[in-house]
């Protein structure tokens, strides 16, 4: 299957022609991201599980018989450019839909675009608002308010477990949905009654945080909730064992990366998944995907993004799945709202679109995984949590 870097003209913003083919054809699909640079370093294996999800779907005959292409974009952080892209996947290369728009930098620049021309745009990021807030997205995890919301709710859990109270807040400046976890999670973790003691931004392009670490022992908080890539938070973690202070450290589950089981200073570590952690070898509800993951890709380094990646072309799939005869836009917007209160087993929070309206987020689920000696574990079997999402802080 081929893969695609983007490119192509400013092309016009004119409604395209619905992809009209017979019911074996070929079924046509895109993934747009920030792929390269800084935010690379968190996405980038998450486009290509979905490229990998695409071969390994096309082994076992495709979806209703259709072949499956995914073209792969990287827009590069720039919004022009994504804008091109989106365009060019829709009107030049005939995709139907956009799976996995993992571009936390550039997606609000086709946002427009998608919602009047009517393109269903399957899966992302989870903090970006546009999930949360747009007809044309349909996110397959907890988005915006509710991916900040259990984030909170699963460090609190863990906290509460363990007699933590003091919580600090890290968080980065390079982008609004950073700014907005450094609001909004300390009034979460207040709400679900526990003390706030530090909130810090800091650049994830730094040099050195010992001076966010001074200010977080100085406070004296147990726990330290953090929105930054991986690198930055082994850079972080490593600058306050210089200063002798080891709090507990919790990351979203999209920053978790394997170079972390090898950090001393991260042992003990706790992140929050929405999908199921189907990296944890001995849970068994997630064996096909863990058996595909590990034959159609090299070994990944975020693997939780891609258990996202992964449900979010299964989400498509199982929307295509539904459409009968002729596959478009719009008889696949058909399909996914078909959907109602499914959950794949388990494997991800109960999801139900509806026609004209956004993501129904009315609870925010996750599973809970740490860093034990070097391993992933899940310190309470692969229990699944859903909390019913508070009102907005």
């Excluded at 086709?110 to 990021?125: A, E, H, K, L, Q």
């Excluded at 308010?145 to 980065?172: E, K, M, P």
């Excluded at 609001?183 to 800091?202: D, S």
């Amino acid at each position: 299957m081929p893969s695609v870097d983007g490119g192509g003209p400013d092309l016009p913003g004119a409604r395209p022609t619905a992809t009209r083919s017979s019911a074996a054809a070929k079924v046509v699909i895109a993934t747009i991201g920030n792929y390269s640079g800084i935010p690379g370093s968190v996405t980038l294996d998450a486009g290509h599980a979905l490229q990998a999800w695409g071969r390994w779907v096309n082994d076992q005959g495709g979806v209703n018989g259709h072949p499956i292409e995914v073209l792969f974009f990287d827009d590069g952080g720039d919004l022009g450019r994504h804008q091109q892209l989106v365009k060019d996947a829709v009107e030049n290369r005939g995709a139907v839909a956009i799976v996995g728009l993992i571009a936390p930098l550039t997606g609000q620049a086709s946002v427009d675009y998608v919602t009047r021309n009517r393109i269903p745009v399957i899966g992302g990021g989870s903090g970006e608002p546009w999930f949360e807030n747009n007809p044309m997205h349909f996110p397959t995890q907890a988005v915006g308010t509710g991916w900040l919301f259990f984030n909170a709710a699963s460090t609190v859990d863990y906290a509460i477990q363990n007699n933590f109270s003091r919580f600090g807040v890290l968080h980065c400046v390079e982008s609004a949905s950073c700014e907005q976890a450094g609001e909004v999670w300390p009034e979460y973790i207040r709400q679900l009654g526990m003390e706030v003691v530090q909130v810090t931004g800091a650049s994830i392009a730094q040099a050195d945080f010992t001076a966010e670490c001074l200010n977080f022992r100085n406070a004296r908080a147990e726990v330290i909730l953090i929105n930054m890539d991986g690198n930055s938070v082994r850079r972080f973690a490593a600058a306050c064992n210089r200063q002798g202070y080891h709090p507990t450290f919790m990351q979203p589950g999209e920053g978790v990366e394997r170079a972390m089981l090898d950090d001393p200073n991260l042992d003990g570590l706790i992140t929050a998944s929405s999908n199921y952690p189907f990296l944890i070898d001995s849970a068994p509800r997630g064996t096909r995907y863990r058996s595909a993951v590990a034959d159609y890709m090299s070994p990944p380094d975020n693997l939780l993004f891609v258990a996202h990646a992964w449900m979010m072309a299964e989400v498509f799939a199982e929307a295509l799945s539904r459409v009968p005869g002729v596959v478009t836009n719009e008889t696949l917007l058909r399909g996914l709202w078909s959907l109602n209160n499914e959950d794949f087993d388990g494997l991800m929070p109960p999801i139900t679109y509806v026609e004209g309206a956004t993501a129904n987020q009315q609870a925010a689920c996750y599973f809970i995984v740490a860093i034990d000696s070097g391993e992933f574990v899940s310190p309470d079997g692969t229990e699944r949590h859903c909390r019913s999402l508070p009102t907005t802080p």
